[in-house]
């Protein structure tokens, strides 16, 4: 089952957006959630990541300070605030269920349809 990303949009640079993430027709169930996103013409890059339990996170650094992962047990949601976004932010964005190894951005899977972000200059 694939994990469904959604809050995308059109903002001014310096604005902001939430992404949310959630699993249609079922929980959560995975170790980590974390947060990619692919430009046209470039490799998907890992952003950032959090664990289910303990909601442990790990961001890389061009989103560090200006993007926050969180989660909602309640709503079997993962959120991720985007702040102070900037033109070269625009992508794809997508979610998805990680294991242990979440924190090299590597071994993710469930991945669904993303949502576009277009950040203007």
């Known amino acids: 089952v694939q994990l469904q990303a959604s809050g995308g949009g059109l903002v001014q640079a310096g604005g902001s957006l939430r992404l949310s993430c959630t699993a249609s027709?079922?929980?959560?169930?995975?170790?980590?959630v974390g947060w990619f996103r692919q430009a046209p013409g470039k490799e998907r890059e890992f952003l950032t990541a959090?664990?289910?339990?303990?909601?442990?996170?790990v961001y890389v650094d061009s989103v560090k300070g200006r993007f926050t992962i969180s989660r909602d047990n309640a709503k079997n949601t993962v959120l991720l605030q985007m702040n102070s976004l900037k033109p070269e932010d625009s992508a794809v964005y997508y979610c998805?269920?990680?294991?242990?190894?979440?924190?090299?951005?590597?071994?993710?899977?469930?991945w669904g349809q993303g949502t576009q972000v277009t950040v203007s200059s």
């Open positions: 959090i664990t289910w339990t303990g909601g442990y996170t």
């Open positions: 998805a269920e990680g294991g242990k190894t979440y924190y090299t951005g590597k071994g993710f899977r469930s």
């Open positions: 027709g079922r929980t959560l169930s995975s170790y980590a």
